[in-house]
């Protein structure tokens, strides 16, 4: 059963915005925020995992942006490119109307867990306990577990969107609770957003085992217009192809993921993306700033018409230009 709201947009009121800002970090880390903005104020956010450096430019975005609390913190796995910085997301920006959406793992059963993350993770889990939920309301993301729905309406139109994830499916829950896997990324959180049809998806870090369990349950997602890549753009993600219809109407943004043995996004799913989509956005590893933005607008007052813009700063940059 949904958890329904309605909200009437009153005038004057000329634009309804989706905007997603990837923030990528040279070597690894990735932060998505999401603003669902009438005009210029923002009606409804969502944060999707944290990282910081020397700076948090997801706080810097919320406070320009003049967000107060966030709506729904998404915390897809807890790998410490996906997590640092998170628990001060929680503390500043999370009041008790926020959703706090995080796998539904434990933290002992997996040798892939840094132990700081453990620590937070176990911290995160335990909010509902803590006294009037002032942190917000702790859910365990899982497939086809729809958040909200919301119905604006603004003059004669009506408009729904709604929140739910994509993973981990509960096959994917019972063989950890039963093989004990090791790999955190099996069972990380990913996010769907439904706005009349049209789809953004926020792939996190699922693989093969996890996408294969989507296509046991035959989801086939299109009318795709934005997706963040999972698991930067590894070849483990291959499969993905199989249940998101992308297309030449499709934004694509991909983190970067490297050491000594792992250099993420690699060059075949790269080609895959571009082959098939409007724009890929990367980040350069090779120049001298910390980070880069992809933030992408899409105007969905004509559902029929989407309108949207791309900007790039710092790192980021369209692959499609300088390939």
Known sequence: ???????????????????NHV??????GE?????LKQDDKVILSM?????????????????????????????????????EGIDLLLKKFCNKNSKVIIPNIDTGSFEDIPDNCAEKYNFFSKINLRGANKNGKIIYGEFNNFIKKYNFIWNNDSFD??????????????????NK??????????????????????GADIENKAIHSL?????????????????????????????????ENTICAITNYLNSNIILPENDMIDQYNTRSNEVYLFNKNIDEEYGIVS????MHDINKIIYDVKSTGIAYNYCNEK
């Open 1 to 19: 059963m949904f958890n329904s709201e309605t909200i009437l947009l009153s005038p004057p009121c000329k634009s309804i915005t989706i905007e």
């Open 23 to 28: 923030i990528g970090y040279k070597k690894e």
């Open 31 to 35: 932060s998505t925020v999401v603003f």
């Open 47 to 83: 944060v999707i995992d944290s990282y910081q450096t020397s700076i948090n430019e997801t706080i810097n975005l919320l406070e320009s942006n003049s967000v107060k609390y966030i709506d729904y913190l998404v915390w897809t796995h807890p790998h410490r490119d996906h997590s």
């Open 161 to 178: 969107l709604t929140i739910c994830c994509l993973t981990p499916t509960s096959k994917m829950l019972a063989n950890n609770k039963f």
């Open 181 to 202: 896997s090791n790999n955190i990324n099996d069972y990380s959180v990913s996010v769907v957003i439904n706005f009349n049809g049209k789809i953004f998806i926020y």
């Open 215 to 247: 296509k046991e349950e035959q989801v086939y997602l299109d009318n795709i217009v934005f997706v963040k890549a999972p698991h930067h753009g590894s070849n483990s993600t291959s499969e993905i192809f199989d249940v998101i219809e992308i297309s």
């Open 296 to 299: 992408s607008y899409f105007d």
